[in-house]
């Protein structure tokens, strides 16, 4: 079985300040990792994924995350936050040869000015 | 860009109505997927499909059932809908799991609440 863990509802920060939104994953065998950003009443948009190779991902909007195989985590990171990236997001795991995403609770973020 | 369009954003329904969402994407994906959001809970899989008239139940089937008539199309219908189904419901759409472009895309959403 696989699942993710995102272990605070909400992150609170101030605009220009780094962002971090905690995301940790259990799997058997070889984790493909995602990012979605969900804006008000509106569908999931893809941030970034990790396959393999470089534990650092970058994707869009400035977001970036880092993959460590040791301690099961992909947090998500943006060294400068913007009031515009107040949304909720997804982490989401699968396997290399299945198609099922399995997603954690989301994480509210909340940027203020 | 793929586009996967739900018919509706917003539906109000009765209990013990036949309820029809409907899906269409445009990047012939082979996967489909409906997913049900609801507060602290994440993203559930309902059904999902991997090729035409074929389909899988996911982890909360109960109530619910699928169509697929055609690749771009997949519907979700709820049988006889109660309240405890007013939820966020979401398509999405990806390539084969053994693909390089990997990631699932989702519509818009419908968000379906039950009187």
């Known amino acids: 079985a696989q699942s993710v863990a995102q272990p605070e509802d909400q992150v609170n920060v101030a605009e220009g300040n780094p962002l971090t939104v905690k995301c940790t994953y259990s799997?058997?065998?070889?984790?493909?990792l995602f990012w979605y950003v969900q804006y008000p009443n509106r569908g999931l948009q893809f941030l970034l994924k990790?396959?393999?190779?470089?534990?650092l991902v970058k994707g869009s909007y400035g977001f970036e995350a880092e993959f460590n195989k040791s301690q099961t985590s992909f947090h998500l990171k943006k060294p400068s936050a913007l009031v515009s990236d107040s949304a909720l997001y997804f982490c989401?795991?699968?396997?290399?040869?299945?198609?099922?995403?399995?997603f954690g609770a989301g994480t509210t973020v909340t940027v203020r000015a | 860009d793929v586009k996967v369009t739900q018919s509706s954003r917003y539906l109000v329904k009765r209990t013990g109505e036949k309820v029809f969402l409907e899906c269409v994407q445009d990047?012939?994906?082979?996967?489909m997927f409906w997913y049900r959001q609801d507060p602290g809970l994440g993203l559930r899989l309902i059904y999902f499909?991997?090729?035409?008239?074929?389909?899988e139940k996911g982890d909360i089937p109960e109530g619910y059932s699928v169509s697929r008539e055609k690749k771009e199309r997949f519907s979700l219908i709820l049988e006889s809908a109660s309240t405890n189904q007013t939820s966020m419901y979401l398509c999405?759409?990806?390539?084969?799991?053994?693909?390089?472009?990997?990631?699932?895309?989702f519509g818009q959403g419908t968000r379906l609440t039950v009187v």
């Open positions: 999405a759409s990806s390539p084969p799991a053994d693909r390089v472009r990997t990631e699932a895309f």
């Open positions: 799997v058997s065998g070889n984790p493909y």
């Open positions: 990790y396959i393999t190779g470089d534990n």
């Open positions: 989401a795991v699968r396997t290399p040869n299945d198609y099922k995403l399995s």
């Open positions: 990047m012939d994906h082979e996967n």
């Open positions: 499909s991997y090729d035409v008239k074929m389909k």
